[in-house]
C-alpha cells in the first residue's frame, strides 16, 4: 500500500469514527447511565463542591474542561436541563468525550504500525476499532472508561516508539510514556493493567535473550560458572546491551527485539518514578477541593468502597448487569445503558413517565453498550490461533531441540504475537481475583489488542498468495463491518420496532 492510499484510508477512519460521535448528542436530554455521577462530578470541581468519589478524579477533570469550554461554543445549546447542578445541555457535558473517543482507532493504527512497519496491517485494525459497538457508545456519553484505554494505549505506543529510536530521543518517549501511563491510572486503577503488560513484555524480552544460551546438557556446565553468568546477566540488565545497539539496528524489523535496550534503570525512573509523581500530582485539585480527606485516607476510602459488601458478588442480585471477567469474551452479558419507548418515532423521547399499556405500538430506544460480536469473538478466536502458533514456534522446539530458540529466529509475526497476548493477558488475568460486581466495560483494556489479533490474522490472509486464505481475510472483514451496521441502531439508538429490536438480541441474556 502506498502512503498515499494510506493517509486517505486513516484521514476516512477518522472522520467516520468523527461522525458516529458527535451525530445526535443531544437527542437524550437526560444523564444517561453512570452520567448520574461524573457529569455531577464535574460540575462539582467546575463549582467548588466538596463530594466523594470511588475513582481517581482525571477522568472528571476532564469532562468538566469540556463543561467549561461548552459555555463558549457557538453550538450544541439547543437542548438544556438542569440535571448536574447547573442548566446546561446535554452537548456540554459530553462533546470532548466524543472528540476524545474519535482518535482512538487512531491510536490503535499507530500501534499496529509501529510493531510491524506494515500500513496494511495499521489500516485494517484502526477499521476495526471504528466499528466496535462498546468504545462508541462509551465516547459519546459523559463516561471515563473510554480514557482508560486512550491513554494507556499511548503510553504503549510511545514505548514502541521509544524502542524504535536511537539513544537520544529515547528517554524522551519513556518520558512520555511513562506520563500517560499515570494519566491511565489517574482515571482508574484498572489503568495500571497497561504499564503490567508493558514490564511483562520487557521482562519476557530478557528471557528470550538469555535463554537461549541456556541448554538442557549445559546446565551443570553453568550452575558451575553461576557467578559469572549471574554478572553478566545483573551488568546487562542494569546497564543495558547498548554495545550491541548498532548491530540490532541494522538488523531490525521490529522494535519489539529490542526490548533488551531498555535497562532496569530507565524501567524504574521512567516508568516507575514518572508514572507515580503524575498520578501523584493529578490528585492536587481534588484535594484542594476536598481537605476532609489526604491522599493516603481517600485512597483508603476508595479501597473500602470497592470492598464493601454492597459491591461483592457477580450475581443479579447485586446488579442485574453484573458479568464475571469469563463473560466478557464471549459477550454473554452486556448492558443497557438506557431504555426508553414511544408510540410513535414523531412522539418526543421521554425521560420519565408511565409504561405504555400493552397492547400500544411502541418504537424502542436503546442504548446498549455491546461490542461488535463479530469482532468480538473472531478476535478472541485470532488471539487462540495465535497462542497456538507461538507453543509451536517457541515451547515445541525448546523441547525436541533441548534450546530455547533465539529471539533472532523469531519472524515479526511472532514478535507481534508476543506483545498482543502478552497485554491481552495483563488487562484480563488481573480480575479474576476480584470477587465484587463488575461490569463488561472493564474488559475495554483488554479486547483492543483482540482488535488487533483479528486485523494481525486478515492482514497475513491479504499478503497470502493462496486465493483461499485471501478470500477468508475479506469474508472476516466484511462479517465484522456488516455487524456493525446490523447493530448500530442498539449503539445509537436508532427507532427500532419491538420486533426489530428482538431480532438484534440474539440472546436471553443480552436484554
Not at 546487562?236 to 526490548?259: A, D, F, M, V, W
Not at 483488554?446 to 483461499?468: D, G, N, P, T
Amino acid at each position: 500500500m502506498t502512503k498515499k492510499w494510506f493517509w486517505i484510508g486513516i484521514t476516512s477512519i477518522f472522520l467516520l469514527s468523527l461522525s458516529l460521535r458527535f451525530w445526535g448528542l443531544e437527542r437524550f436530554n437526560t444523564l444517561v447511565f453512570d452520567e448520574i455521577y461524573y457529569a455531577k462530578f464535574a460540575h462539582n470541581y467546575i463549582h467548588g463542591i466538596s463530594f466523594f468519589d470511588g475513582h481517581p478524579p482525571l477522568g472528571k477533570y476532564i469532562i468538566a474542561i469540556g463543561m467549561w469550554l461548552g459555555n463558549y461554543l457557538p453550538f450544541g445549546g439547543n437542548e438544556v436541563n438542569e440535571l448536574t447542578g447547573a442548566v446546561r445541555s446535554p452537548w456540554s457535558y459530553r462533546w470532548i468525550n466524543a472528540l476524545f473517543g474519535s482518535f482512538i482507532p487512531l491510536i490503535i493504527a499507530g500501534i499496529a504500525y509501529q510493531v510491524s512497519h506494515r500500513r496494511t496491517f495499521a489500516l485494517v485494525a484502526g477499521l476495526f476499532a471504528a466499528v466496535d459497538g462498546i468504545f462508541l457508545v462509551e465516547s459519546r456519553y459523559a463516561l471515563i472508561n473510554q480514557y482508560i484505554v486512550i491513554f494507556g494505549l499511548l503510553g504503549q505506543w510511545c514505548f514502541l516508539l521509544a524502542l524504535d529510536n536511537r539513544r537520544y530521543t529515547r528517554g524522551g518517549w519513556l518520558a512520555i510514556s511513562g506520563i500517560t501511563f499515570g494519566c491511565s491510572i489517574a482515571t482508574k486503577w484498572n489503568g495500571l493493567f497497561f504499564l503490567l503488560g508493558v514490564y511483562l513484555m520487557w521482562i519476557i524480552g530478557w528471557l528470550i535473550y538469555w535463554l537461549p544460551i541456556i541448554s538442557f546438557s549445559e546446565v551443570k556446565t553453568y550452575i558451575a560458572n553461576l557467578n559469572k553468568t549471574a554478572f553478566s546477566i545483573l551488568y546487562s540488565l542494569i546497564c543495558g546491551r547498548n554495545h550491541t545497539y548498532i548491530h540490532y539496528l541494522k538488523k531490525q524489523t521490529t522494535p519489539l527485539e529490542n526490548l533488551t535496550q531498555i535497562n532496569l534503570l530507565q524501567m524504574l525512573s521512567y516508568l516507575g518514578v514518572i508514572p507515580v509523581i503524575v498520578y501523584s500530582f493529578l490528585w492536587i485539585p481534588h484535594l484542594q477541593l476536598n481537605t476532609e480527606r489526604g491522599l493516603l485516607e481517600v485512597h483508603r476510602q476508595i479501597w473500602l468502597f470497592h470492598n464493601g459488601v454492597q459491591l461483592i458478588g457477580n450475581s443479579n442480585t447485586v446488579h442485574p448487569y453484573c458479568a464475571a471477567w469469563y463473560k466478557w469474551p464471549l459477550l454473554t452479558r452486556p448492558m443497557a445503558y438506557l431504555y426508553q419507548t414511544a408510540r410513535t418515532v414523531s412522539e418526543p423521547l421521554l425521560v420519565k413517565g408511565p409504561p405504555l399499556p400493552g397492547n400500544a405500538v411502541k418504537v424502542i430506544y436503546d442504548v446498549h453498550a455491546m461490542g461488535n460480536p463479530f469482532l468480538w469473538w473472531f478476535g478472541v478466536f485470532a488471539l487462540l490461533i495465535i497462542a497456538i502458533s507461538l507453543i509451536f514456534r517457541i515451547i515445541f522446539p525448546w523441547i525436541e531441540n533441548q534450546r530455547f530458540p533465539h529471539g533472532s529466529t523469531f519472524s515479526v509475526d511472532a514478535w507481534i504475537g508476543i506483545y498482543l497476548v502478552t497485554n491481552y493477558v495483563a488487562n484480563l488475568l488481573p480480575w479474576v481475583k476480584v470477587d465484587r460486581c463488575v461490569f463488561i466495560y472493564h474488559y475495554m483494556s483488554a479486547v483492543v489488542f483482540a482488535f488487533l489479533a483479528i486485523a494481525l490474522i486478515v492482514e497475513i490472509c491479504w499478503r497470502s498468495y493462496s486465493k483461499v486464505m485471501a478470500s477468508v481475510g475479506f469474508t472476516i472483514s466484511f462479517m465484522i463491518v456488516t455487524a456493525f451496521i446490523f447493530w448500530l441502531p442498539i449503539y445509537l439508538a436508532l427507532p427500532l420496532s419491538p420486533e426489530a429490536y428482538k431480532l438484534r438480541m440474539w440472546f436471553n441474556s443480552w436484554i
